[in-house]
T-cell receptor
C-alpha cells in the first residue's frame, strides 16, 4: 500500500484557517485520497476525499497537487470543536472493498 | 437517520474467555468493517464484510472472527482472550461509496 506522511502535531488559533499537509509520493494513479478525523472519545469521522481535482464540502476543502504527490486539508475557520487527530489515507480504486490504513495522523490543537 | 450502533459500549472479560461484539450499520449500508484501536498500535483494520461475505481481512490471528447477517448487521468474536486484546473496537459502515461512518465503539477490557 502507498504510504502517507503527516506532521505529528499542529497548532492553530481559533477562527484562523488551518492547512494540514500530507505527502504521498508513491501514490498510484487510481488511489483515492481520504481524510478522516477523530475527536476525543469518539470514532473516526469522514471529512472529505478526492482523486485528482480539488474538492469542497461543508466541513473542509481538499487541495491536491498537480502531480498528486501531496495534498492539503483546509479548514477555513478553525473552531475549538475541530481539535482532533486528522488522518490522511490512500485507498485503491477497488470494487472489492478497501481497508483504511490510519497511520499516526496529525494531532491538531486549537487555542482560543 | 440512525447512525452506526455498537453494543455493548463497555465490556470486561477474563483471560481465556470469548466475547461477541455487535454492530448495526446505517440502514441500507451493506459494507461493514471492523477496527481495533489501542494506544500502542493505533487504529488497525480487522476485516470487512459485504453481503454476508468477508471481502478483506487484516493481519490478526484466527482468534478474531466475524460474520454478517442478511440484514447487514455484523458481529465479531474474539476467542481465548488475552490481556493484549484490551482495546476499543470500532465498526464502520458504507453504502459502497467512498466514505465510512463509524460507530462509537465497544471498549473491551481483559483482566
Amino acid at each position: 500500500d502507498a504510504k502517507t506522511t503527516q506532521p505529528n502535531s499542529m497548532e492553530s488559533n481559533e477562527e484562523e484557517p488551518v492547512h494540514l499537509p500530507c505527502n504521498h509520493s508513491t501514490i498510484s494513479g487510481t488511489d483515492y485520497i481520504h481524510w478522516y478525523r477523530q475527536l476525543p472519545s469518539q470514532g473516526p469521522e469522514y471529512v472529505i476525499h478526492g482523486l485528482t481535482s480539488n474538492v469542497n464540502n461543508r466541513m473542509a476543502s481538499l487541495a491536491i497537487a498537480e502531480d498528486r504527490k501531496s495534498s492539503t486539508l483546509i479548514l477555513h475557520r478553525a473552531t475549538l470543536r475541530d481539535a482532533a487527530v486528522y488522518y490522511c489515507i490512500l485507498t485503491e480504486n477497488s470494487n472489492s472493498g478497501y481497508a483504511l490504513n490510519f497511520g499516526k495522523g496529525t494531532s491538531l490543537l486549537v487555542t482560543p | 437517520k440512525a447512525g452506526v450502533t455498537q453494543t455493548p459500549r463497555y465490556l470486561i472479560k477474563t483471560r481465556g474467555q470469548q466475547v461477541t461484539l455487535s454492530c448495526s450499520p446505517i440502514s441500507g449500508h451493506r459494507s461493514v468493517s471492523w477496527y481495533q484501536q489501542t494506544p500502542g498500535q493505533g487504529l488497525q483494520f480487522l476485516f470487512e464484510y459485504f453481503s454476508e461475505t468477508q471481502r478483506n481481512k487484516g493481519n490478526f490471528p484466527g482468534r478474531f472472527s466475524g460474520r454478517q447477517f442478511s440484514n447487514s448487521r455484523s458481529e465479531m468474536n474474539v476467542s481465548t482472550l488475552e490481556l493484549g486484546d484490551s482495546a476499543l473496537y470500532l465498526c464502520a459502515s458504507s453504502l459502497g461509496g467512498r466514505g465510512y461512518t463509524f460507530g462509537s465503539g465497544t471498549r473491551l477490557t481483559v483482566v
